[in-house]
């Protein structure tokens, strides 16, 4: 699991991406790096690998954090990846290089993704809609263009699109005053069905927007 908040620990960059386990080797590390897009920023700095990180990764950007801690899940070579808002920090550029790597590494794994963005989730196999806590809608992105209000609301239309030019495109927020990001009333009960719906499917790859429309506009 990789959350928004990537959480690291005092030692250096090799020993917080082989944390995930003891049979990590070097050429994993370096592979993980590379995919999460800190490979060039990891070998700019004078240790590189064997580089500093003080306790909470208060010494790297937030970027950086992310993509680190991206890279230590990747390391790990897991069946399920669940990356929890792990793009947020990210540039659209490298949030892009990001997942077309990571689709070629992943395989058959099962990939569950919590996202802001549009663009993170756009080519998804299932795309899952919480809005309060229920499942509102569930499609790939072209189905819930056509069949769900409340992915419509947050998702940037054609027109949009075609003003922000290539490079913003699929990472546009919606109109000021909607709601994009979740703020859950209730997470255990949010989780439990989501886990509950994810029961039934075994997709390559699961995407999940979740937000909440508060009746209280701050």
Sequence with gaps: MCRKKGVLFSGTIDSNLKFGGENITDADVRTA????????????????????????????????????????????????????DSFSALDYKTDVALRRALKAETGDATVIIVAQRISTVLHANQILVLEDGRIVGKGTHAQLMESCPAYQEIAPQPAEQQRAGPERRGSLMPHPGRMTTQKAKDFKGTMRSLLAELGHYKFRLIAVIVFAVLSTIF
């Design 33 to 84: 790096a590379r995919i999460a897009q800190a490979e060039e920023f990891i070998s700019a700095k004078p240790e590189g690998y064997e580089s500093p990180i003080a306790q909470g990764g208060t010494n790297v950007s937030g970027g950086q954090k992310q993509r680190l801690s991206i890279a230590r899940a990747i390391a790990k070579h897991p069946k399920i990846y669940l990356f929890d």
